[in-house]
């Protein structure tokens, strides 16, 4: 247990080995277990109405759907098929202290989203009597069963809802790799892009894997078989529309960013007319000779086009822009911008 503690204030998770009973683990798996088109039984699945106005829906997620990754999991109901809800309630109970003396780093890891607390209630069920008194209130279950085939992966992730948050989160394999299926490394890391500091660990049957809740984690594609797991939150939610919502394709989000950066860039040329010559066919090497004049200094030429703008010169300190309209923007960057 010292060993994983290390391993949890170091890499951000720790894995507890063969935690769970076979048979347990047996149980749990062909209670969760389901095929490609119909997915598990419906005494499983939480149907909490996500708004006060809606009809109770069996709470299932297709990542898809969401631009999330590919796969399938549901909410669970509470109370957790057992052992689930005695283990996560001893869980708590074990780490609730180590959360105490790590919320400032919690807090900083998650700013700029608030955290409400200053401190952790030794049990659970105060932290669950807090969820329900925080404004909005914070009532659904948040626990889930996961299903992946051929293909499926989960992208990089934090499970951030609502401003009562705990600092860690629990994960149960149901299948073993090599065993079920192939590929489908379970992988934490400090940053939604930070591949390069990225940990990846090997799961198995019975394992229980606590990480932290501030880091980013995900599942690298699975190569062949089903892989099932259940993974448990100690915090309830305060979701407030459906999560099965569809989310922004990648070419929307993509050329949302475009449009963004054009109109940026626009503002950013209407804005800061001081720092503009108006050198309607003037040479990029007269360009440069002006510059020179104002004891700029230059480091080398870059050419590359950027939508309207072509991009003449770039470095750490200075940035050259030619308008469609054979207009010179000269930024020093960190000034302008």
């Known amino acids: 247990m010292a060993e994983g503690r290390r391993t949890l204030d170091s890499e951000g998770f720790m894995v507890l080995r063969q935690l769970l009973k076979p048979d347990s683990v047996e149980r749990l798996h062909e209670m969760v277990k389901g095929d490609l088109d119909s997915l598990w039984p419906d005494g ?39 052992p689930l809800n005695a283990l996560r309630e001893a869980l708590y109970v074990a780490l609730a202290p180590v959360a105490n003396a790590q919320v400032e780093m919690f807090r ?11 401190s ?21 279950p948040t626990s889930i069963a996961l299903r992946y085939c051929p293909g499926g992966f989960m992208e990089a992730h934090r499970d951030l809802q609502g401003t009562i948050m705990f600092p860690f989160q629990a994960m149960c394999p149901l299948s073993s790799p090599g065993e079920d299926y192939e590929g489908g490394h379970f992988f934490v890391q400090p940053g939604k892009r930070d591949v390069d500091r990225q940990h990846c660990q090997d799961l198995f049957k019975g394992d229980v894997v606590i990480f932290r809740s ?29 999560p099965s919502k569809p989310r922004q394709t990648w070419e929307q989000k993509m050329a949302m ?44 030429p ?19 822009i030619r308008t469609g309209q054979g207009w010179y923007s000269v930024n020093r960057r960190g000034v302008f911008g």
């Open 257 to 300: 960013l475009q449009k963004a950066a054009e109109e940026d860039e626009a503002g950013s040329l209407a804005q800061q007319g001081s720092a503009f010559m108006a050198c309607e066919g003037m040479s990029t090497h007269a360009v440069c000779q002006r510059l020179r004049a104002l004891k700029v200094n230059l480091r080398g």
């Open 44 to 82: 499983l699945i939480d149907c909490t109405p996500s708004k006060p106005d809606e009809l109770p829906a069996m709470r299932i997620v297709d990542l898809k759907a969401m631009n999330f990754g590919y796969g399938k999991f549901a909410y669970l109901r509470e109370p957790l098929p057992s």
């Open 214 to 242: 501030g880091l980013y984690h995900g599942l690298e594609e699975l190569t062949s078989g089903t892989r099932y797991a259940i993974a448990m939150q100690f915090a309830l939610s305060h979701l407030t529309e459906s």
């Open 108 to 118: 900083a890891e998650i700013y700029p989203k608030q955290l409400a607390l200053e």
């Open 120 to 140: 952790f209630p030794e049990r659970m069920c105060d932290l669950w009597e807090r969820c329900r008194a925080a404004s909005p209130a914070q009532r659904l």
């Open 302 to 320: 870059l050419s590359l086009p950027f939508g309207k703008f072509e991009i003449l010169y770039l470095d750490e300190e200075i940035r050259i």
